[in-house]
């Protein structure tokens, strides 16, 4: 069964002979490695600092579970070209790396983690896949990601954190991983979010010397993967990527 996961475009699966993985919802479970767990009834407690140990803890086990692109496979080396010099971004320190999974899909994480699927790079242009990455660094940098951490925190009074040795720093008990997958990084953030995302992409490309005609072209590219919104849920509540093609074109006339 190929991998399911939402982010930037949740769209029909190209066709690639490559590895395929169990859906996010079951990838995140640490074991036992955490033994001391308290509950906490404010997660607003939890620092900024913790937030992105958490969004570490979360990276960590994706490529864990994930079939990590190596430096000499192919995915991995052409990743690798298209994004040459961009180890920082925006103050961001970035991890990109490619998984051999048949998703189109990409995301980021808190901690600057960027994962890029085989299957997004087996359908996309350079410049599209550029694209697709600031506009994941875009939900992280505009703290969408970050804002939806807390946010499904606070919402769950009985949260298990567990505490290191020194104290100084919580993360994640292994019981809240999965629960808190579907609520921060396989759900759909707003509309307003989405466009938000899709201004901090321009702007990205433009900083960074790209071809910025990937963006609109992306868009493309996804309304014609999907046939539209119909079937698929991110594209069913946010802007149709007809429509933000047609804003994007509109920002580069």
Known sequence: ????????????????????????????????????????????????????????????????????????????????????????????????????VADVNAFAMGDGTVRVMAGLMDGFEDNEIQCVIGHEIGHVKLEHSVKRMKSALQQDAALSIASTASGDVRQLADSELGKLVGQVIDAQYSQADETAADDYALTFMRNNNYDVQGCPSAMDKLAALSGGAGGVALLQTHPSPQTRARRMRRQLD
Do not use: H
């Open 1 to 100: 069964m190929k991998t399911k996961t939402v982010s930037f475009c949740k769209v029909v699966l190209l066709t690639a002979a490559i590895a395929t993985t169990v859906p996010l919802q079951a990838q995140f479970n640490l074991g036992n490695a955490l033994n001391s767990v308290k509950k906490i009834a404010d997660a607003v407690t939890v620092s900024d600092g913790e937030i992105v140990a958490m969004f570490g803890q979360m990276s960590d086990e994706m490529d864990r579970m994930n079939p990590v692109a190596p430096p000499d496979d192919p995915y991995a080396q052409r990743l690798a070209a298209l994004t040459a010099g961009l180890d920082n971004y925006d103050g961001l320190n970035l991890d990109i790396k490619a998984y051999r």
